[in-house]
């Protein structure tokens, strides 16, 4: 079957509790019939103390090694940003979604593309599909962000309206060409208010959004390159070696997730079983609402929320670069009926054009290869996953 695009969510009209038929999983589907599962204790990992060449450094080190050898994932603190730094790249998601439908449809994504406003790609007619709302947005490094967020064409009334708006409230030509060359980017959608309401003071709200995503992006490539380092120091080999695999095109997709509340919890799930295709995954949970579950020796646990901490999991990558000695965790979101949710995911990857495989140090005797080298893993992985397959089984040995 080709690929067809399901409704938002969001734009679900679900009465009396009946839901439509293709967002329930059935039996034996993992569906979730009970929200009150065990909490897993997540390691918290200290960034700063993981940073210091100290004896507590090195606990911090020995403590990153063994979770991400036992549950794959740590919550990560004292990161450097602030807690409301954290809540305004929170917000800029939320304020998406809060969005009349009309305008988010502009940032549509489109068949056989992953970017953008959408949902599930519809593949086959049984498959199940997951009780969220998406924005997937490449957002490292700037050269292969897609312009498709923003319109091609430089005299479309709208940009010409905001930069004279801009202009014409700031009276100040540096910041109007700063202005401008952030208005040329993509992420349009950060300047949704000001198409919606073109009042100047919202216009300054969307400057600072396309800011707060950028510098969210900035601190997470540098924490991307930190922990690889520190992954590979706390196996005892060359402190380069993962990074070495991810060459010059590594990129960032950020994905916000909207979890809108659902009538029957039991039956839906918000994301199904799944483990992620990158080399890690920074995770910004929701404040306050919980979801998230991990797999763990044959069980759901559930994430419990540890606020303003970023949940760093290993991917798929990562655990075949590091040759198992890193699991990347399957994972899945649970919906409730109450309240709606709103996590950001952002995924690391190497460049598609780079081999990966298990680093030679980590390969003897007594730990065979498990995984081949290959290229683009992400093409792999939705291969895969698309038949409901789990994608690293296709490149083990
Ligand atoms: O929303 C969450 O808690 C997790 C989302 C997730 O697993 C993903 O985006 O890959
Ligand atoms: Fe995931």
Redesign the pocket.
């Known amino acids: 079957m080709a690929e067809s695009l399901s409704k938002p969510v969001q734009e679900l009209i679900v009465s009396g509790g009946e839901l439509p038929e293709k967002y329930i999983h059935k039996k034996g589907e993992h569906a979730a019939t009970d929200v009150s599962y065990p909490p897993i204790e997540v390691p918290v990992i200290d960034l700063s103390l993981l940073a210091s060449q100290s004896a507590a450094g090195e606990e911090e080190l020995g403590k990153l090694r063994s979770a991400l050898g036992s549950c794959g994932c740590f919550q990560a603190i004292n990161h450097g940003m602030t807690a409301s730094f954290l809540d305004q790249v929170h917000e800029i998601g939320k304020q998406f979604f809060a969005l009349p439908i009309d305008e988010k449809q502009k940032y549509a994504r489109t068949i056989g593309d992953m970017e953008g406003y959408g949902t599930d790609s519809v593949l086959s007619e049984h498959q199940t599909l997951d009780w969220?709302d998406?924005l997937y947005i490449t957002v490292y490094p700037e050269d292969k962000i897609k312009l498709r967020f923003w319109p091609e064409n430089p005299e479309n009334f709208r940009s010409t309206f905001h930069i004279s708006l801009y202009k014409a409230k700031m009276n100040d030509d540096k910041s109007a060409k700063l202005f401008a060359s952030h208005f040329s980017a993509p992420f349009s959608f950060l300047f949704f208010q000001v198409s919606l309401g073109g009042d100047l003071v919202d216009d300054e709200l969307s400057y600072k959004a396309w800011e707060i995503l950028n510098e969210y992006t900035r601190n997470l490539s540098l924490m991307n390159e930190f922990l690889l380092k520190s992954m590979a120091k706390s196996l005892n080999i060359e402190e380069d070696c993962f990074l070495k695999q991810y060459g010059e095109g590594a990129t960032m997709i950020a994905?916000f997730?909207f979890?809108p509340p659902c009538p029957r919890p039991d039956l839906t799930l918000?994301?199904k079983p799944?483990a992620?295709g990158s080399t890690i995954?920074f995770?910004l949970?929701?404040k306050e609402v919980e979801?998230?579950q991990i797999f763990l020796d044959g069980q759901w646990f559930r994430?419990p929320i540890v606020p303003h901490a970023i949940?760093i999991n290993v991917g798929d990558q990562a655990e075949i670069m590091s040759n198992g000695m890193f699991k990347s965790p399957v994972?899945?979101?649970v919906t409730n009926s109450e309240r709606e949710?709103l996590?950001l995911?952002v995924?690391c990857l190497p460049d598609a054009k780079m081999e990966i495989g298990p680093v030679e140090e980590l390969v003897d005797e007594k730990r065979p290869r498990l995984y081949k080298t290959m290229k683009d893993y992400v093409a792999i992985y939705f291969e895969n996953y698309q038949l409901n397959k789990r994608p690293i089984d296709a490149v083990k040995i």
């Open positions: 969220t998406r994905r997730n979890y918000g994301v799944h992620d995954t995770l949970q929701d979801g998230l994430v949940l994972h899945r979101v949710r996590t995911a995924f």
